[in-house]
């Protein structure tokens, strides 16, 4: 299965959205630019949040249903298109450019990203309640450069 990045996502403050950028560098601990306070603010780094991702073709169906979320507004690292995202499972490994990552957990919302969904309601995209509708937390398997428009794959 192939997709494409149509997005790539930061914010060097740590909160939403996170806004458009053309081209990336990936490291272990994530996108360069991004904040992350797994990465920063935990006394124990958690590599397996390093990067998060999720489906345009969610975002799109979200909006249809009348959530006012839009790209990065998620919180999403990558934004990606045409990958089946009710198929991911934890483990998988996904080529993004030439980057590699691990998916590690669907991500569990918060109120961070309540704005994105209509009264605020962002369960809609908990794995526990909604299953194959969650971003997913992944980590850094090999860093590299990720740029809009990349293939995505899994290997």
Not at 76 to 88: H, K, P, Q, R, V
Not at 108 to 121: E, L, T, V, Y
Request: proline content about 4%; charged content about 25%.
């Amino acid at each position: 299965m192939e997709g494409e990045v149509h997005s790539i996502n930061i914010s060097s403050s740590g909160g939403v959205p996170k806004l458009p950028i053309k081209t990336a560098v990936v490291n272990f601990e994530g996108v360069e630019g991004d904040y992350n306070k797994f990465r920063t603010e935990r006394r124990e780094n958690d590599p397996r949040r390093a990067v998060s991702i999720f489906s345009l073709e969610r975002i799109t169906q979200l909006r249809e249903e009348g959530h006012p979320i839009g790209v990065g507004t998620a919180g999403e690292n990558f934004t990606i298109e045409g990958i089946d995202w009710s198929n991911l499972e934890v483990g998988m490994k996904i080529r993004l450019g030439s980057t590699i990552i691990l998916l590690s957990e669907p991500c569990a919302p918060c109120n961070k990203i309540g704005g994105s969904f209509q009264d605020r309601n962002f369960s809609r995209v908990d794995h526990e309640k909604e299953e194959g509708w969650s971003r997913w937390s992944a980590s850094v398997i090999e860093e590299g450069i990720v740029s809009v428009g990349d293939s995505v794959y899994f290997i």
